[in-house]
């Protein structure tokens, strides 16, 4: 065809045009000064001082809006070119004339190579130039004539050597559908061998008129505003696009490359919806559902599928008439029996679409990049930090999830809660909800209850546990967080809560193995507390607490929502790392004003337990050589010291985590020991503040001198028989320690037990 009107101008003298070119576009040639757009005047006034280019002609379009400049560019041309690229190339660029718009490249050579990274377009030639992967509107104010002619001989030249697309690239679409979406639930075809059929229905987003949703499978054609086939093709080279399919017909024939004859497969599908009932009218719509595989290099294996989406406008009578199903006598429709009528697919419109699937779990730990869970999972609290941590999790594609809450979504809990309002529902149902809509295909479960409430679905409960094989606790509430260490049920827990100023975050995490469990972690917290003096501060309270309602509890923390978001995060990725692990952990995580934060691991000690006098003494390592260390450093003399720990009451249970050494005014010999007072109030006191009450006093540890067992001397029972009397004014059992070289003895005497 050419381009007649071409004026001939080479870089090199001499040599002829020999490409045959396709028309130039635009209505017709102008001058430079009556171009329309801006950048295509740069363009053109620039191009005559450009080595490589040369411009051949202006132009305007239909639009007289719309320029044109036609080029011709020298490419830089390896020895032996893996594409059909030629030395000299002829373009046209086309300007239009909103500035957000990019300009676009049309290849004018005849047989231009079919190659990747071109634009997908209405007709398949011009062929349009990819030259840039980011939109425009979000680049433009980078553009310069030079630059961008610099831009396509390179795009050209890369092509030419066959290394446009790198390596590491995601592979290029067999065909871009452009803008309008088909979202099907995730999991849809699964199971659905190609060429199967789907009767489905379908709906579309309010004040969208683009995107279609499929609601659900149905098996009665009858009760489906949509009919569809799965069609799967055979692999083929990425980045082969050719022209979007307008028709039934257009679409054969670009599917035909694939290995499928799709107005068969229609055909075949028109007839199994009719045969079983379907309806016909315009309610229902034809869908081809295609999946096609890409490989990187031809012949090589499947790396990736475009799943794509066409739909026909016409409606069932005229489609069955147009596939040659049925036959139109007047205004009556009927059905061919024997040979099939005429077909003509050309008559068939169709509008692709992309085929987006809802988020599923394992999509949602891609997108992650982290690594998914599909286990098992109880979440008790979705309060503040619990609802923000359960969504972090949930769209991370970790855990199957059933939650554990009491309370309902009250109008203050909106100020730093994940629910979007919600005000009066029940927050594990509400949650749930939530939960469905970003993962539609996984179901959330939820129980409305609490732990340690007899009234709740008890049973219920412990199913859950019973099935997890993990509990999160973000009850923030001790009773809670030690009834699941009780629980011999289940999987390992983990416990996230905050500091009362919202500052620090702190998780416990049991071992894999639950030999370490969440109360004895709880004491070994406190301990760190007393004994790190960069966690001064950890649990004091930054102000009283806000009244919402008139009702005596009706008080909230006063806790920016800043900080809640931020500990949320660190908090989801730290119980996927750790529930990853089998280790038991301790971690503190500080935030400074800056919003800083450090990061604090607290050591593990083995527990110790131990039965007496029908409590049971929870201790560990730790204190023992602490006080074998304060026995040392006083022999030959006897020493001693106060206890720490915390009692529970109703399980008789007695937690021994820390002590102090003797006091300045204790009296000290080889075999006895008085111990003295000196600063021991305000020592008691400064532990009841730096654990807000977590750790109090429990008892006495005193030594034995090397020679002597830690078996208890006739004054040890005297002495434990004081300590009892003392204790029993507060319903406490009198606990004494007794450390010698070679052994220790645990001592108990209660007027309760």
Known sequence: MGLPSLAVLRRVPGQPMSDKLLPAPGKRKVALSKLATSKARDLAQALSALPYVCLLECRTGDDPKVDYLIVELEVELPQYPVKDIHKFEVCAIAFPSAPDSAPDILALREDFPQVSHLNLREQEFPKSLCVYEDAFAETGFKW?????????????????????????????????????ELIVPSGLLKGVKPGEYL?????????????????????????????????????????????????????????????IDVVAACQEAMRQYLDLGGRTGERTIMTVLVDLPKARHEGGPEEWRDRLAFITHEVVDELSTLLGISAKHGKTVGRLIG???????????????RRLETLSAEMAAQFNGTPGSASPMLFVGVGALGSQVFVNLLRAGFGRWT????????????????????????KAMAMANLAKAILPGDQTEFIVGDLLDSRSDQNAIDAAIKKSEAVVDCSATVAVARKLARNNEGGRR????????????VLL?????????LDQLEMMYYRALLRDKSLVGHLYRTGAPLRYANACRDRSV?????????????????VKKFLAGEDPKISIWRSDDNLNVGHFEIPISSPMVSTNSGWRIVTDDFLFLQLREWRATRLPNETGGILFGSFDMEQKIIYVVDGLPSPSNSTEWPTVYIRGTAGLSKSRVEVDSITQGGLEYVGEWHSHPDGYSAAPSKDDKAALATLSKVMAEDARPAVMFIIAKKDSRILISSSTS
């Open 403 to 426: 939650l554990l809450d009491r309370d309902l979504q009250l109008p203050h809990n909106a100020a730093r809660h994940a629910l979007p309002g919600l005000i009066g529902e029940f």
């Open 339 to 353: 040979a099939a009528g005429s077909v003509d697919p050309a008559k068939i419109s169709v509008v692709p679409f």
């Open 558 to 574: 006063i806790l920016p929502q800043d900080l809640v978001a931020m500990h949320s995060g660190i908090a989801s990725s730290a």
């Open 199 to 259: 009767f489905l229905t379908h709906g579309m987003f309010a004040g969208n008129t683009n995107t279609i949703i499929i609601l659900e499978r149905v098996t009665s054609p009858a009760s489906a505003s949509m009919f569809a086939v799965y069609l799967v093709g055979n692999v083929q080279t990425h980045g082969l696009i050719r022209k979007k399919p307008s028709s039934l017909a257009d679409l054969q024939d670009f599917l035909k490359i694939a290995g």
């Open 494 to 505: 983990v416990s996230i809560f905050l500091s009362p100023s919202g500052r620090d975050l």
């Open 144 to 180: 310069s004539p030079v630059r961008f002619i610099e831009d396509v001989r390179t795009w050209l030249a890369r092509t030419a050597r066959g290394d446009l697309h790198q390596p590491g690239q995601p592979l290029e679409p067999l065909m871009e559908t452009g803008a309008p």
């Open 509 to 517: 995490g049991e071992s894999k193995d639950r030999k370490i469990r």
